[in-house]
């Protein structure tokens, strides 16, 4: 096996981390690197245990995530998932979390890809509460945001041609995959894409949290990874945002002037980061070169690191 080497590469959450916040970009991408190792330096453990965190709405997700995808591994093997049957997998595993986050922080210090710790825990967010009730009434929230989100996946006609799509045709199914743009390897992960019988490719991704215009950009990413990776031209592409909660399908096609300007935005990110861009094998580097944002930002009351970066104290509105 080859040996792990720090190497620069490029995705659309690492343009969307560091135009939010270089410090924390700084944290997640090279202070981060080998906190994993057992004689790993604190600064750099910390930061892979914090990278290694989330938030409840994004933990939502995720859970959501898992039992769609696990939905589909059921079709193909000739089963059905009931609406019911969704939610409850999805339920479970987001109950399990946040008891774990909540009662294994220990267990997370040690292997922090293994256990959840939700951030509202690790920083003793109001929101998380339980004498006070907050924390029942903000989980309610992400209960019914998954119930609802079960019920659109299983039951709306929206979805009708992502739910009867045969499996032969199907292309990926939250597939890691690495396209090359501008010399740099480009990651991205498509939730659902199948070819239809006129040889149209259909990419879904699902987005269980409210619509952002940042969507668009990166299915015209995921436009160009389905040309390089399964050979398809643009024109034969359709991309689909899937708001679960909100219940709507918000379809994208891509000519070749939107997808220059995709092209352009990527290669400027690309540059920009390159020019920060240092050996974390080397080194932690200088994180001076990433300057944090303004104090008071609301970046830093949802932001996982900072303890580090000393704005611990930041809290989120009426929290
Ligand atoms: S706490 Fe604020 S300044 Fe520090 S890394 Fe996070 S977002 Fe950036």
């Known amino acids: 096996m080859s040996e792990l080497r720090h190497e620069f590469s490029w995705s659309v959450s690492r343009r969307g981390l560091a135009d939010t916040c270089l410090r924390a970009y700084y944290y997640q991408y090279y202070l981060a690197w080998r906190g994993w190792g057992e004689r790993a330096e604190e600064s750099r453990a910390l930061a892979y245990r914090l990278k290694n965190t989330t938030r409840l709405p994004m933990w939502a997700g995720t859970c959501l995530h898992d039992s769609i995808a696990h939905w589909f591994e059921r079709r193909a093997a000739g089963q059905s998932l009931a609406t019911a049957e969704l939610a409850a997998h999805a339920l479970l595993a987001f109950r399990l979390g946040y008891k774990q986050s909540r009662d294994e922080a220990a267990r997370w210090e040690r292997s922090p890809k293994r256990f959840t710790r939700l951030q509202e825990h690790h920083y003793a967010e109001a929101s998380v509460d339980e004498p ?114 909100d219940g709507r399908a918000v379809q994208h096609r891509y000519d070749a002037d939107a997808l220059e300007h995709v092209l352009g935005a990527v290669h400027a990110s690309i540059t920009a980061l390159r020019e920060l861009h240092f050996d974390a094998d080397a080194g932690v580097g200088d994180r001076e070169r990433f300057p944090t944002v303004a104090l008071g930002s609301a970046a830093c009351t949802s932001c996982a690191f900072r303890g580090p970066c000393g704005r611990a104290g930041a809290t989120i509105a009426g929290s």
């Open 132 to 245: 006070s009730g907050r924390a029942a009434a903000y989980g309610k929230r992400y209960v019914q945001r998954i119930e609802s989100s079960a019920r659109w996946f299983c039951e709306s006609s929206e979805l009708e041609r992502v739910r009867t799509a045969e499996p032969s045709t199907w292309l990926a199914l939250e597939e890691h995959g690495t396209i090359d743009l501008f010399h740099t390897p480009i990651h991205a992960i498509p939730d659902f894409a199948f070819r239809d019988e006129a040889g149209v490719v259909w990419i879904y991704d699902w987005k269980s949290g409210a619509e952002k215009p940042e969507h668009e950009f990166q299915l015209g990413l995921y436009t160009l990874y389905a040309e390089q990776k399964w050979g398809v031209a643009p024109s034969e592409v359709r991309c689909v945002a899937a708001y679960l909660e």
